[in-house]
């Protein structure tokens, strides 16, 4: 067996992982990161991710301090406007159904903008996420509030940052190194056990920070926790994150919290793998749904397509694609519908039908209720609002009227030939029950006692997100709670 010794000992190499490495290493502490998957799948979840991220601006300076100086052309092409802390805890509050701890919420927008300056001084860069936001008759952008910049590259853009980061400065991560428990005793946490090359290895330390994930990647965990038919939903992200960080702290006796059968899955494409790979990244994505309708097996609508935007909608629409027959449902477009459609429908492995009428589409369409979808797109085009004028540059209430499922903004008839149809199903992002910490990143027992030497960041805390997520909080909350729990260890 062997032993290293370092004072903070990190599980987990993706975001929070690598801003609890950087920032304990900032506090003059030695720091090692022990990574479950080989070097060349490095990066979690993280690395799998859009990279768009959610943080509080005042608008365009405070974008610029992010992105560099926005030329007058691209001023002239945008309307930034601004994100403000009250605005953050609207949305977090609302999309959570007013769940989410205050302290959680607090960190995580409070420490949001000064975390991004942070990141971009680690050598993070950053654009303006133009795709998703309101488009202006004019053909000028309005931000919608929420994520306004995207990192460059992407996920792989802010690993391969931060991993340079790391390797500048020499913090040293182990991979293909699986953590399996924590070393502890009446006094707290002093280090974990790892398995290694069929190796055991023993980590010695003061603090141990579990940055490791949720349980999204573990068939029977997903089962016994989210529910039945969980175990058929797609992985959209790594596969190593099968909750054995979560396992490890509540065999000690930590305090589970949050939503634990709740968790972030999204529109993904009927071909794609049960679980997902790099060279795949996003390809799978399927959220241009408001641009359509979606029908299951039985030829029904089942849910409000244009309830919000994207962004505070995509996250629950996994869980409800999940609940349809056969977990499969199709997205539909008409002409006008699918000039809409991101580049990633376009992918050669898209479960994609194209025909010249509906009737035709839906002969395609294996496993529906033909009739029965053939009679739901006759209803749904009657009843849009033709009274109300199309707007893509707000939520403009062009509804439905009469339908037992609205469609309650954005809704136009499918009436334009060629028509499309996606095939979807559920993919699951991540969960979001997790572990109690206290602001300092600290774990707590079951008796709501601090554990000392352990902490926790990233998906492994509990109380942020229930029910559904605003898109771009991910990485945030891995970035803010990484740092939080670096901090919280470098002073253990
Ligand atoms: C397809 C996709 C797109 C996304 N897009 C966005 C987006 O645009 N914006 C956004 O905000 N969020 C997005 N997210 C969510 C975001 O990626 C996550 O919330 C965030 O990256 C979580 O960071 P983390 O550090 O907690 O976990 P991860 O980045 O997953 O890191 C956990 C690490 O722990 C390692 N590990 C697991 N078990 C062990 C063990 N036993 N021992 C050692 N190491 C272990 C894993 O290998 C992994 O490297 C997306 C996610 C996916 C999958």
Not at 102 to 121: H, K, N, Q, V, Y
Not at 232 to 243: I, K, Y
Not at 439 to 457: C, K, S
Not at 475 to 484: C, E, I, N, P, Y
């Amino acid at each position: 067996m062997h032993t290293h010794t370092a004072d903070v000992v990190i599980v987990g190499a993706g975001l929070s992982g690598l801003c609890s490495a950087l920032t304990a290493h900032e506090a003059g502490k030695s720091v090692i990161v022990i990574e479950r998957a080989p070097i060349e799948e490095r990066g979690g979840n993280t690395r799998f991710s859009n990279g768009a991220m959610r943080a509080v601006y005042r608008g365009v300076e405070d974008i610029e301090a992010l992105v560099g100086e926005i030329g007058e052309a691209e001023r002239a092409r945008a309307d930034f406007g601004e994100y403000t802390r009250e605005q953050y805890f609207d949305d977090l509050g609302r999309v959570t159904e007013y769940r989410v701890h205050p302290d959680m919420a607090g960190l995580l927008i409070d420490r949001s903008r000064e975390t991004m300056l942070w990141l971009r001084a680690q050598g993070v860069r950053f654009l303006p996420l133009y795709e998703w936001q309101f488009k202006l008759p004019d053909g000028r952008i309005k931000f919608s509030g929420g994520s306004a910049v995207e990192c460059l590259g992407g996920g792989d853009g802010i690993s391969t940052s931060l991993f340079a980061a790391c390797e500048k400065k020499n913090i040293h991560i182990h991979y293909d190194t699986r953590v399996l428990s924590l070393v502890e005793d009446a006094g707290g946490v002093h280090g974990v056990m790892a398995r290694s090359d069929g190796d055991d290895v023993r980590y010695e330390t003061g603090a141990v920070v579990l940055a490791c994930g949720g349980f999204e990647a573990n068939t029977e965990m997903r089962t016994r926790y989210l529910g039945p038919s969980w175990d058929l939903a797609r992985v959209r992200g790594s596969r190593f994150n099968t909750g054995d960080g979560l396992r490890m702290a509540l065999d000690i006796g930590a305090m589970a919290y949050g939503h634990w059968s709740g968790c972030h899955a999204s529109s993904w494409d009927f071909n794609a793998p049960e679980t997902n790979e790099l060279a795949f990244g996003t390809v799978f994505k399927r959220d241009d749904y408001l641009a359509g309708i979606v029908l299951n097996a039985n030829g029904e609508r089942f849910f409000d397509e244009g309830a919000d935007i994207r962004s505070l909608t995509y996250a629950k629409l996994g869980r409800a694609i999940l609940a349809q027959p056969s977990q499969i449902a199709w997205q539909i477009f008409d002409a006008k519908g699918s000039a809409q459609l991101h580049g990633e429908y376009r992918v050669r492995q898209s479960a994609r039908f194209q025909a010249a009428t509906l009737e035709e589409l839906i002969g395609k369409l294996e496993g529906i209720n033909r009739e029965k979808a053939v009679a739901t797109i006759r209803d749904f085009n009657a009843a849009v609002r033709a009274d109300i004028p199309y707007d893509a540059g707000r939520k403009d209430g062009r509804g439905t009227r009469g339908l037992a499922i609205p469609k309650s903004n954005w809704a136009l008839a499918l009436d334009e030939g060629p028509f499309e149809a996606y095939a979807v199903t559920c993919g699951i992002t991540f969960t979001f029950g997790g572990l109690r910490i206290d602001t300092d990143g600290r774990v707590l027992d079951a008796d709501a006692r601090v554990i000392p030497g352990l902490y926790a960041a990233g998906e492994m805390v509990g109380g942020l997100f229930y029910f559904n997520y605003p898109g771009g909080a991910g990485l945030m909350s891995a970035a803010v709670f990484g740092r939080v729990a670096g901090e919280g260890a470098a002073r253990a």
